[in-house]
């Protein structure tokens, strides 16, 4: 454990390695833009923020160019990523990729595209957004949750992982 003082410029480095860390999951957060197209980002920042009422979160960076999509639409869908949606979501972190045109998406009775393998499957609606820095935090409110039995994908040191994994058991 280093606890030596931090050039103030290495901060930012410093603090990515700190979060790569902390294990986290892969969502796929969607919605339409204004044109009707599909809109969408591969997020690690999903976490619960209140149960009653039920409350998620996703942070979304301010130059993301889907960011205001999600800023001008209300209707959002939040897919928990499994072990077979790698490509996806490396298709969905990258900037400028045909994110929807591989056909794993459909929409849904609002339009929103959902992803119908996702290990989970939250149906939410804007409750409130804050700024976050360069980041916008989106809080959703949950509308329908559709669980499956696929094992959620693991993020951790900047790799995907898997939990069935010969030393990824419980304790
Ligand atoms: C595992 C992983 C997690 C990510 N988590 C977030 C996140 O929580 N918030 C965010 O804004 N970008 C996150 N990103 C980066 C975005 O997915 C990426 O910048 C995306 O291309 C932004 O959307 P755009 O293509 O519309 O610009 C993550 C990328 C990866 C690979």
């Known amino acids: 454990m280093t606890t030596t003082a ?9 603090f990515r390695e700190a979060m790569s860390a902390f294990p986290s999951g892969v969502t796929l957060m969607t919605t339409t833009g ?19 009422p039920a409350l998620v979160l996703v942070c979304i960076g301010k130059t993301a160019q889907c960011h205001d999509a999600f800023v001008e639409n209300d ?19 990258t900037k400028g990729a045909d ?15 959902i992803l119908p393998d996702a290990a989970v ?11 976050g820095g360069d980041h916008t ?3 959703a409110r949950v509308i329908e949750i ?3 039995d696929r ?6 040191q900047r790799e995907f992982r898997h939990l069935d994994h010969h030393d990824a058991g419980a304790f």
């Not at 094992?151 to 951790?156: N, S």
């Open 146 to 148: 559709d669980l499956d």
């Open 75 to 93: 209707q959002w869908s939040i897919q928990i990523a499994g072990a077979a949606h790698v490509d996806l979501i490396n298709r969905f972190s």
């Open 137 to 139: 935090i989106l809080v």
């Open 99 to 113: 994110k929807f045109g591989g056909g794993e998406f459909v929409p849904d009775h609002r339009g929103v595209p």
């Open 34 to 52: 204004a044109d009707g197209e599909p809109r969408g980002f591969a997020a690690s920042s999903f976490c619960s923020v209140s149960i009653d």
């Open 151 to 156: 094992p959620a994908l693991l993020y951790f």
């Open 121 to 131: 499957l939250i149906e939410c609606e804007a409750h409130a957004r804050y700024d």
């Open 6 to 14: 931090t050039n103030p410029n290495r901060i930012p480095d410093k």
